[in-house]
């Protein structure tokens, strides 16, 4: 019989411990003998261009590709498990990637924030823990009070970030902290959701 595949997705606020698991995971996978590669958005050169590197200093071997397209491209059909770090920047094309690598019988463990620093759905994670066999799903340690945090506050010039700036993609990680959501701030008036009928 082929593999079953599978989609596991890493989720959580900043500093919530996404890149442990994931490396966690792909280390794991190696012990057991299956052949790994571990994919990273070129965008976020936070440490390191080609490791994923984890708040801890933990460190990994990591493709970084600036697309889908790229990753598609990079991606061995020897592989058997895939990993990919900060899915949140992908376009939703990672969600087919993902769907179809499952499907052919391998193993796709993507990490990625849940929740973008006004707590809005981030890029194309929804879908992606739609379409998750299992959700991991980590909490940080508020750094104001040191309850369980779910949240990224965004600081920009010593106060809460505005609704409205920009999500800068990687930035200076000082300006971001976990926060739970007592102590979460932002600026400016919520949007409204819209209705489903
Ligand atoms: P993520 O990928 O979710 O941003 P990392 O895996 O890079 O997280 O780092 C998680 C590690 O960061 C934790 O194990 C802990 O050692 C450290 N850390 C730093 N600040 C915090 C915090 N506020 N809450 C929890 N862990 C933190
Ligand atoms: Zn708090």
């Known amino acids: 019989m082929k593999p079953l595949g599978q989609i596991t997705v890493v989720c959580g606020s900043m500093y919530a411990g ?3 698991e994931l490396i966690r995971l792909a280390r794991r996978a190696l012990y057991a003998k299956k052949t790994v590669q571990v994919f990273k958005p070129s965008v976020d050169r936070r440490y390191d261009e080609t ?20 990753l598609r491209s990079k991606a061995s059909p020897d592989t058997q498990v895939f990993c ?3 899915a949140q920047f ?12 499952a499907d052919a019988g391998k193993e796709v ?16 994670m929804p879908e992606l823990l739609c379409a998750a066999d299992e959700v991991i799903k980590l909490r940080a340690i508020c750094v104001k009070c040191g309850r369980p945090a779910s949240h990224t506050y965004r600081q920009v010039d010593g106060r809460p970030a505005h609704r409205d700036d920009p999500i800068v993609l ?3 990680t000082d300006s971001y902290e976990a926060r739970c959501r007592a102590c979460h701030r932002l600026r400016g ?3 409204k959701r819209p209705t489903t009928s």
């Open 18 to 20: 996404k890149s442990e």
């Open 51 to 70: 490791m994923v590197v984890t708040h801890m200093g933990v460190r990994h071997e990591a493709v970084p590709v600036s697309s889908v397209d790229e």
């Open 84 to 86: 990919i770090e900060e």
């Open 90 to 101: 992908f376009d939703s094309s990672i969600v087919d990637f993902a769907v179809e690598m």
């Open 109 to 124: 463990v993507l990490a990625g924030l849940d929740q973008d620093f006004r707590r809005e759905p981030f890029g194309p």
């Open 170 to 172: 990687i930035g200076a």
């Open 189 to 191: 008036k919520p949007n």
